[in-house]
C-alpha cells in the first residue's frame, strides 16, 4: 500500500492550492493523517493533521486560518486546502499516516506511511 499525493504546482502569492493524498494498493486502518513540508537543508515540518473520524484536527500556527485538512476514512485520503499561499509556503508538502496510534500527531517520526511529495511553489 502506497500513498500517492497530488495537487502542487507553480502560484503566485495569494493564490489557492488543493493537495490530495489517497491510499493505492489497498486500505489500512489508521489513526490519524497528516501533512508535513520540506525545504532543502531543513527538517520536516508539520503542517496539520486530522483524526480517522475527522472530528478532531489541528494546525501549525503558520498555516492556521489559511489552510484547512479534510479526509475520506473509506478511501484513506487525506486533503489540504491552502488558501492566501505565501512564498514561504514554498516547499515539497509529504501525507502521512499513523497506523500504531502513536501520541504525537507533531512529529514526523510518529507517522509509518508517507506519499512521494508534491511540490508547491508560490512566487512572489
Known amino acids: 500500500v502506497q500513498l500517492i499525493e497530488s495537487g502542487g504546482g507553480l502560484v503566485q502569492s495569494g493564490g489557492s492550492l488543493s493537495l490530495s493524498c489517497a491510499a493505492s494498493?489497498?486500505?489500512?486502518?489508521?489513526?490519524?493523517m497528516a501533512w508535513f513540508r520540506q525545504v532543502p537543508g531543513k527538517e520536516r515540518e508539520f503542517v496539520a493533521v486530522?483524526?480517522?473520524?475527522?472530528?478532531?484536527?489541528f494546525y501549525a500556527d503558520s498555516v492556521k486560518g489559511r489552510f484547512t485538512i479534510s479526509g475520506d476514512s473509506a478511501k484513506v485520503a487525506v486533503y489540504l486546502q491552502m488558501n492566501s499561499l505565501k512564498p514561504e509556503d514554498s516547499a515539497v508538502y509529504y501525507c502521512?499516516?499513523?497506523?500504531?496510534?502513536?501520541?504525537?500527531?507533531?512529529?514526523?517520526?510518529?507517522?509509518?506511511?508517507w506519499g512521494q511529495g508534491t511540490q508547491v511553489t508560490v512566487s512572489s
Open positions: 502521512a499516516a499513523d497506523s500504531a496510534g502513536g501520541s504525537n500527531h507533531v512529529t514526523a517520526t510518529t507517522y509509518d506511511y
Open positions: 494498493g489497498g486500505t489500512f486502518r489508521y489513526y490519524a
Open positions: 486530522i483524526s480517522r473520524s475527522g472530528s478532531v484536527t
